[in-house]
């Protein structure tokens, strides 16, 4: 018998045989990538991980574990390979064989001018703002490397890195050197500028003045980090020190009697890969803010006092905003300095919580509130019942690439360049406010005018509030 197939079917076979066969074998993840932007090679193997950080004179170990610690953040996409830290995805191509300058060893790590070089191609390469800040690269490297030579000291160097990082008026550009490199830095440059006699205040002392005197019933319970109660009125008060320092490390008392707790924090910090960083310091800082967020559920409103916050994680920054959020919604966006351009941009995304404080929200910042701080008022934005008050934010908003030099000093550069939904910069002018206060630029010249009328500082905000409230309706 002849038999007929159906238009449709037949129609269905020939488009299905001309189309390419997909190709559906899964790519693996163990090789050698290179990233796109940002410096560094990933090599993974069965058993475990190794990143190092690259420049054309360089290929420095940086960080290496287990497979099992970052296995379940990554993605592979034919011949890219993507990593997922918090919120943000950094991409790898795949190359083809380890860099040579990986395979050479380093004969003089303490070089001061190989040390110089490989910091110059860092900054070179991915600082992200030497048009912002109307830099001429050439002229700042040629000066600087006419100082060294082969006798140069670490102190020397110390300062010729620190005065190149000023130059570039990088807000996240910072050199770390050995404790003994630093503590005679500072003594030569106390010489030089003559000693300071007025009360100078630390970010966290300035902060436990100001919430000790705005909380009139204090709910705080197994944090130093964040403390809430109410003010007068029924108006809730979160104060948030840092955004970071929340993970539950499980850390040694004898340790932490001994060197302090933020030294042995980040001893045990800096043992975890960086995905697991950023997972334990967003479990921790949910913990806290669960236990805030019952507790001032009924008040009339809220203030948010990060004026004396200079950063942290941005993952953790986010976590505490959701509380506030009522649907998921697009809050920023970030590209990275790559070659002559930039990486493609990535999304940034503010999650909500099921039930969100809906009540109004009042942001208190400042010139000091940076970095992760930054991005929380970034973020805040978008949020339709939140207002800022106080003064403009730092404008440090750039994560900070941090690298190591070849004779172990740490060193970072702001190598991103964030945007609000309308593609708007805020780097170095920081995001303004609803309300001006005034607050003075200079660190120490402001938390002593809080710390000398602390009454004033809180009437201050509570009529900003009220104007504001005015002006709403």
């Known amino acids: 018998m002849n038999t007929k197939l159906p238009l449709f079917i037949v129609l269905l076979f020939l488009i299905a045989s001309c189309q390419p066969k997909r190709n559906t074998k899964k790519e693996s993840m163990y090789g ?25 004179v360089s290929c420095l170990p940086s960080k290496e574990g287990d497979i099992s610690e970052i296995k379940n953040s990554i993605e592979v996409l034919n ?100 404790d003994k490199v630093y503590e005679l830095a500072e003594e ?8 300071n006699k007025l009360k100078e205040y630390g970010d966290f002392e300035i902060a436990d003045l100001v919430a000790k005197h705005f909380i009139i019933e204090d709910l705080t319970q197994d944090s130093w980090l964040i403390k809430w109660g109410k003010m007068e009125n029924n ?30 924090y980040m001893d045990e910090f800096n043992k975890l890969s960086y995905e697991e960083q950023i997972e334990k310091e967003v479990a921790g800082v949910r913990k806290i ?18 004026r004396f916050n200079g950063g942290g994680q941005d993952a953790v920054s986010l976590e505490i905003l959701h509380y506030f959020n009522v649907v998921r919604k697009q809050v920023a966006s970030k590209k990275a300095q790559y070659k002559n351009g930039f990486t493609k941009k990535t999304p940034i995304y503010l999650e909500a919580v099921k039930n969100p404080y809906t009540q109004p929200v009042y942001l208190l910042t400042s010139q000091q509130s940076a970095s992760a701080t930054d991005m929380l008022a970034l973020a805040s934005l978008e949020v339709n019942h939140l207002k800022r008050i106080g003064s403009h934010t730092n404008g440090a908003i750039s994560d ?4 190591t030099l070849p004779n172990e000093w740490y060193f970072s550069v ?21 309300f001006e206060l005034n607050y003075p630029e200079d660190r120490q010249t402001f938390f002593r005018l809080v710390a000398d009328d602390l009454e004033a500082d809180k009437m201050n905000i509570l009529n900003a509030i009220k104007n504001l409230d005015v002006n709403e309706k």
């Open 32 to 56: 050698t990538w290179q990233s796109i932007g940002y410096g560094k090679i990933l090599k993974i193997d069965s058993a475990k991980y190794q990143y190092y950080d690259i420049t054309k």
């Open 79 to 178: 011949d890219t390979l993507a990593v997922k830290r918090g919120f943000n995805f950094y991409y790898y191509t795949r190359a083809t064989e380890f860099d040579d300058l990986c395979k050479k060893n380093i004969t003089d790590k303490n070089d001061p001018l190989l040390n110089f070089e490989v910091f110059s191609e860092t900054l070179k390469n991915h600082y992200a703002y030497f048009e912002l800040n109307g830099i001429n690269w050439d002229a700042v490297y040629k000066k600087a490397k006419e100082k060294i030579n082969p006798n140069t000291s670490e102190v020397e160097l110390y300062l010729i890195m620190q005065e190149v990082i000023d130059t570039l008026k990088d807000n996240h550009g910072y050199i770390e050197p050995t």
């Open 188 to 195: 030569q440059k106390a010489k030089e500028e003559g000693t």
């Open 235 to 264: 108006i809730g008060y979160i104060q948030i020190k840092t955004m970071f320092l929340y993970g539950d490390l499980s850390l040694n008392d004898s340790l932490i009697k001994e060197n302090g707790f933020v030294s042995t």
């Open 289 to 306: 803010m669960e236990k805030v967020m019952q507790d001032l559920k009924d008040t009339q409103s809220i203030i948010i006092d990060v």
């Open 400 to 403: 900070a690439l941090e690298k």
């Open 414 to 434: 702001s190598n991103e360049i964030y945007t609000d939904m309308q593609g708007k910069c805020y780097e170095n002018i920081g995001i303004p406010v609803d």
